[in-house]
């Protein structure tokens, strides 16, 4: 009789981690289903209930590999954990012995490997590099860290009792972040408004009770404009402001020179409608602006989060039922935060850190100038949220391993991230990794980063592994993660990767645990409590959620205030106050504003293109056109086009959409084709991939940050061949699904 197995799991195919149930029959997972209690029972999306396929896949890495080719060419031979680690340990040392421990640097996004527990930083800091970078410096990391300059921790939304809820761009779907959509859903239902600012007409956007189709990459501008509403016409917390806030008069004046006429100019909406929405969102008893990316993607991205953060302070929704809360750091987990040993690194190195002098918002320039109201606030000095309050800066890391300016970088590794489709100007990290001396990728499959890599070493999945996710160190929800099936012989989690390296590198003392259950243990022993423990009395556990905290500790600012004049950003040179920074002059012969995003239903950002039933769903990339620019242009639905910036052109097809705003096209996130590998180089990371569009040069960067602007850069069409290896762009061309079930919520 076969032998079934369930277990709870965090899933890990994308980053919103929503539990659910794990199925194995006879040691293999054969089923993904929604979790059995009613509250968390709708948050499971096809790609969830796609985890056996994805897991238990022919692709699926399971040796470890190494080079034998040239770097790229993507031939290997399979050598054992044991040589794989004892080669990569004896490398590290020699570069970094020979260039500084800041010669060696990381990409990850952590929340896909998940069990690395910040051993990755732990190593680091104790090697004495401080060149870390992460998806998470496009995503919530760097917004996590700009929030903390306004109000020193980066809140969460009240879903649960808010009565406003204001979307700019963010547009989560039934497959797409789908509790953040059931939990937009149910506060509809229970009456409460809902203000989407967006291009697009996008899902949310349909349904919102106002839409205001800003132009792309200007929402600074707006929220400047709901500002000069608000004050204008008296709708903030008086008291709240006169108590609680710093910098209220120069942040007036500077609203002042944002009259509604000029919002409306630079936005493309129209002052009544900006009025209505300032007005319904000030009014509303409890509104919430959830975290977004889009404004962690543009010229303004400071300013614009900075905003947000305002807005937010400003109205009195900081802390309150129904607005935003401020977590602080888990009673009863151990957090990253501390595993991390951010302490333990000489200022010295950190220092070093690429992006410190420049952009240094995300840095651990500004961690240091935020240490002591951290410690005064929330108990300890590094907040580690979201992974994004101490990173390098990415376009200065790839700067420095092509062109070794102003130090050399000639170890990089690369652990659940798919870095060269990942970030701005795919050339320059093409360049950057050619010219390394060590690569090493941490992959469940052959990604086209994994294929410049020197070793490949196979990842085990979260149905492999015992974990406890508390929501990358930002919520107070501890959610159990269970094994349910044995990895790959020789796979390893990350933890056992950077465990292993350092007992080879010679701080094993360091890095006492002898299992992740030992780790887990540790990290709830904060709470008087083993994993056994915590696994046999709950599968979740919230902590229940205190408001206006600040009345006794104050804010994590160094004037313990919210600070709508920023002195971090005062003492660092920069304008403490927000403002909207116009694009750089268009060129003519590149008429549209291109943006980056809209996420696609089948796939997590770069990944899952190789899996069959996901992929039918979406089989090529596509470039959104307004009818009236297709028509303009010669274009019909599923004509395939070139798209060229000054940076670069790729090639997608067509999708003709009155939903979107004339002038604009939309270029998707992360192509590559698995299916090309060993016909095209890298799989094809060159035809079809955004990064390749995106600048990394200092006009198209945050000044504060050094973020790149995906949301609005020049581009233009014109008329292209279908690619000849690119064949199978219709879904009848991908095998008829076969296992996937739909569970999701309807
Ligand atoms: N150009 C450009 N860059 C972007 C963005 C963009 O829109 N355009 N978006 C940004 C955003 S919002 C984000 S969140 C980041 C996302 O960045 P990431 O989260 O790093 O996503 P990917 O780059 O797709 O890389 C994820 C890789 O992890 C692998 N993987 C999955 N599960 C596991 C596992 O359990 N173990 C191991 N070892 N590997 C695993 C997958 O196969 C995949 O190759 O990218 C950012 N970068
Ligand atoms: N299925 C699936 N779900 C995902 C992901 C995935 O890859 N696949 N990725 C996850 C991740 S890491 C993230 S970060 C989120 C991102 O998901 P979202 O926050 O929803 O972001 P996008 O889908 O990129 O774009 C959302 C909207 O922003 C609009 N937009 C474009 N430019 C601008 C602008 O300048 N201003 C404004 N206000 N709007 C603009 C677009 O028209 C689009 O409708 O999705 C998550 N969910
Ligand atoms: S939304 Fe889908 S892919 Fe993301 S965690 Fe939930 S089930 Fe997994
Ligand atoms: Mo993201």
């Known amino acids: 009789m076969a032998s079934t197995k369930t277990k709870y799991s965090v899933c890990t195919v994308c980053d919103i981690g929503c539990q659910l149930r794990s199925e194995a029959v006879d040691g293999k997972v054969a089923r993904v289903i929604a979790h059995d209690n009613p509250a968390l029972a709708r948050n499971i999306c096809y790609k969830g209930t796609a985890v056996p396929l994805i897991h238990n896949h022919e692709d699926r890495l399971t040796k470890p590999l190494k080079r034998v080719g040239e770097r790229g060419e993507d031939r290997w031979e399979e050598i054992s954990y044991e040589q794989a680690m004892d080669e990569i340990a004896e490398k590290l040392g020699s570069i970094t012995a020979k260039y500084g421990p800041e010669s060696f640097a990381v990409s990850t996004s952590g929340w896909n490997t998940q069990t690395t527990h910040s051993l990755d930083r732990r190593f680091m800091n104790l090697l004495g590099s401080p060149n870390w970078i992460s998806g998470v410096a496009l995503c919530a990391g760097n917004t996590a860290a700009v929030n903390r300059l306004t109000y020193g921790w980066f809140p969460q939304p009240d879903f649960g009792s808010t009565n406003c809820i204001v979307l700019f761009g963010h547009n989560p779907r039934k497959h797409s972040w789908t509790p953040i959509y059931n939990a937009i859903r149910a506060a509809r239902a229970r009456g409460a408004k809902v203000i989407v600012l967006d291009p697009r007409v996008s899902d949310q956007a349909e349904q919102a009770d106002i839409h205001l189709r800003l132009k792309a990459g200007t929402d600074a501008a707006m929220c400047l404009g709901w500002l000069k509403v608000i004050f204008d016409e008296g709708l903030y917390d008086e008291a709240f402001v006169k108590d609680w806030c710093v910098g209220f008069d120069e942040l007036k004046q500077r609203v002042d020179e944002y009259p509604l006429a000029r919002v409306a100019e630079i936005t493309g909406v129209a002052e009544d409608d900006i009025a209505a929405a300032a007005r319904m969102y000030a009014h509303a008893d409890g509104a919430v602006i959830p975290w977004t990316p889009i404004t962690d993607q543009q010229l303004s991205s400071t300013s614009a989060i900075r905003l947000h953060s305002i807005l937010r302070a400003v109205t009195g929704n900081l802390d309150v039922v129904g607005g935003e809360t401020l977590g602080g750091f888990s009673e009863t987990y151990i957090p990253e935060s501390e595993l991390g040993l951010h302490e333990r690194l000489p200022d010295a190195q950190k220092e070093k850190q690429l992006g410190y002098d420049d952009h240094p918002v995300f840095t651990y320039r500004v961690a240091e100038m935020l240490k002591e109201p951290t410690e005064k606030t929330w108990g300890f000095p590094y907040a580690d949220l979201v992974m994004g309050c101490q990173m390098a800066n990415p376009t200065d890391v790839f700067r420095a391993m092509a062109t070794e300016d102003p130090y050399p970088i000639k170890a990089f590794f690369c652990l659940g991230n798919n870095a060269l489709l990942s970030y701005a100007n795919q050339h320059q990290i093409h360049r950057a990794m050619l010219n390394q001396e060590l690569i090493v990728s941490h992959e469940i499959f052959m990604t086209p980063t994994a294929m410049l890599a020197d070793y490949v070493l196979p990842g085990d999945v979260f149905t492999e592994r015992d974990h406890v996710a508390d929501g990358w160190s930002w919520g107070t929800r501890l959610s159990l993660s269970q094994k349910v099936v044995d990895a790959p012989e020789e796979a390893s989690s990350t933890f056992q990767f950077w465990t292993d390296l350092a007992h080879r590198m010679g701080f094993g003392d360091e890095f006492p645990w002898t299992s992740l259950e030992d780790m887990l243990d540790y990290r709830l022993s904060r709470g008087g409590r083993t994993f056994a423990q915590f696994e ?182 014109e008329k292209a061949q279908q690619p000849a290896q690119v064949s199978r762009t219709r879904p009848g061309d991908w095998r008829p699904d076969t296992a996937v079930e739909e569970h999701a919520a309807s």
């Open 536 to 717: 046999s009395a709950t599968f979740m556990e919230l902590a229940p959620p205190k408001f206006r905290k600040y009345l006794k500790k104050g804010f994590a600012t160094p004037s313990g205030k919210v600070e709508l004049a920023s002195s971090v950003l005062a003492d660092l040179g920069f304008d403490p106050l927000p403002y909207y920074r116009e694009l750089p002059v268009q060129p003519d012969d590149f008429p549209y504003l291109v943006f980056t995003g809209v996420r696609e239903d089948p796939f997590f950002q770069t990944g899952q293109r190789n899996i069959e039933s996901l992929r039918r769903r979406m089989p090529a990339p596509n470039l959104f056109l307004h009818p009236v620019d297709a028509q303009k242009e010669g274009f019909a639905d599923g004509d395939w086009a070139k798209l060229s910036t000054p940076q670069g052109a790729v090639l997608a097809q067509i999708a003709v959409h009155d939903t979107m705003k004339e002038g604009h096209i939309r270029v998707p996130h992360g192509w590559w084709y698995p299916e090309l590998r060993g016909e095209v180089d890298l799989a094809g990371a060159f035809i079809s991939s955004d990064a390749v569009l995106c600048s990394d040069e200092d006009e198209w960067l945050d000044h504060e940050q050094g973020v790149p602007h995906f949301k609005g850069f020049p581009g233009k069409l």
